[in-house]
C-alpha cells in the first residue's frame, strides 16, 4: 500500500463505512488484499510476499521442492526449516532468521 511505513504490518481485514443518514455503520471485506495476505498466521509467506518473490523464485533459490518449501508456509502447523535452510531462505529475502521464526517454537 503505497504511503504506508513500511517497518510496520498493516493487517486490514474490512473496510468500515458510517452511513450519514442513519448512523449505522456497514463493513465489507478488504477489496484488494487476497485472504493470505490478511491472515497473520505465517511470517515468511508475510516477508516473501512483501519482497514480491513467488515461492517459486524461492524454492529454486534454496534448492527444495515444492513440498517441502509449502510446509514451511503453511497456516496451521507450519514446519520450521532445518537451520541450514533457514539461513538460505533469509538471506535471500534479505532479512534475519530470528525476524522470520523468532516467535516460533520447536525445531525443523
Given at each position: ?6 517497518s510496520?504490518?498493516?493487517?486490514y ?5 458510517l ?6 455503520t456497514?463493513?465489507?471485506d ?8 490478511r491472515?497473520?498466521?505465517n ?5 516473501r ?19 517441502f518449501?509449502?510446509?514451511?508456509e503453511a ?11 533457514a539461513?538460505?531462505?533469509a538471506n ?6 530470528e525476524d ?7 525445531g525443523?
Amino acid at each position: 500500500m503505497y504511503g504506508l511505513n513500511s517497518s510496520v504490518e498493516y493487517i486490514y481485514r474490512r473496510r468500515r463505512m458510517l452511513c450519514q443518514d442513519c448512523k449505522r455503520t456497514f463493513s465489507e471485506d478488504a477489496p484488494f488484499l487476497p485472504m493470505w495476505q490478511r491472515t497473520p498466521l505465517n511470517r515468511l509467506r508475510q516477508v516473501r510476499a512483501r519482497a514480491n518473490f513467488s515461492q517459486e523464485d524461492v524454492m529454486r533459490a534454496i534448492g527444495v521442492s515444492k513440498f517441502f518449501y509449502t510446509q514451511f508456509e503453511a497456516i496451521k502447523d507450519p514446519v520450521i526449516p532445518t537451520l541450514p535452510v533457514a539461513i538460505k531462505i533469509a538471506n535471500f529475502l534479505h532479512t534475519t532468521v530470528e525476524d522470520i521464526w523468532g516467535d516460533m517454537e520447536g525445531g525443523g
